[in-house]
Structure formats: structure tokens, C-alpha cells
């Protein structure tokens, strides 16, 4: 399969060298770094995968009043809103289940922003879990968000991916047929 992967992959020749780390590679790498190597391929998951399509249902349904999916540069932003002279962005996640994974995430998104001169703070929603996170990007998240995506980029430019390794999330991974088929 592994062999099969580096085949199909192989980077174009326009395939950048040091490629652009965006917010659904950070949420992965930290859940599993072979998800990350996948996603860099645009190999798809199983779109008709049950977790895919409630996800989108919800962030469809979910704060309807607010506006939704900015797109900056190369960041995707569920929602943002003004908060007297401050932006707020906000991630809107099914669960909780990877709230670490999401946190990283949204701080990514506040570290991204920062760099093109636009001061955010951070909410990270749950909507059926009607929970709230506020979340100010530190020095300390900023270091972190630094050596992530160093990580990453190292991920993408493997001619193969990580090999699987069963973790706590691959029985809920739209990957998981792909892998352990
Ligand atoms: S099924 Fe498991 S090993 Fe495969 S991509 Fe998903 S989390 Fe990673």
C-alpha cells in the first residue's frame, strides 16, 4: 500500500517545495501524522463518512446569525465577529473529543493573523455540547505553533506517509478504511 501511496503521490513539478501549513493540517498532526501526509496528497477520506456529514451539518446549522467561512490568504476561518475594537475568530467543532487538537487550531489561526498585522482573540465552540473556550494566543502558543508547523512541513515532504499507528481516534477517522482495509 505504502509503495502503491508513493507512486500515485509523487508530487507535480509545481509541487511546492516548502508547501503552505493551513489550520486542517495542524488539527491533524496533532491527532495523527499520517492524516496530515494524506491530506497534502488530496487523498480524499470516505466523503460519505457519518462523522464527515453530521460536521458539516452542524457548522451549516450552527450560528446561522454570525458570518461564516472567511477566507484569508490561506486560512479558512469558521466564523468572526467584532467585539467592540477587537476581531474574535471562532473554530466550530462536533466535539471535544480532540479539544487539544482544535485549541492548536484556532491558536495556529491567531499565530497566521498576527503575522499579517491582524490582532484576534480566539473561541472555540461546541455547539452540542453548548460549551464555550476563549483563547489568547501566548508567547508560549506562539513558540509551539512555530515547531508545529516545522514539523509539518517535514510530514508533507516525505515521499511516503507515516505508517499507521492505531490510536484512540482511528475508530472514528474517515481515513480508517484506507488504512487498515
Ligand atoms: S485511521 Fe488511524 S492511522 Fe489512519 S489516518 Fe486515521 S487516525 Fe491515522
Sequence with gaps: MEEILAFESKPSPDY????KVIGSYVQAFLICPRQ???MSRQI???EDHE???IGRLIQ?????RERKEVHIEHLALDLVRRAGKNFVVAEVKKSSRAAEAARMQLAFYLYELKQMGLEAEGELLFPEERRK???VLTPELEAKIVKMKEDIVQIIARPIPPAPARTRFCGKCA???FCWA
Design 36 to 38: 496530515v501526509w494524506l
Design 51 to 53: 462523522l464527515l456529514q
Design 133 to 135: 473556550e476563549y483563547l
Design 175 to 177: 481515513y480508517a478504511e
Design 60 to 64: 451549516s446549522q450552527s450560528y446561522a
Design 16 to 19: 511546492p517545495s516548502s508547501p
Design 44 to 46: 480524499c477520506p470516505d
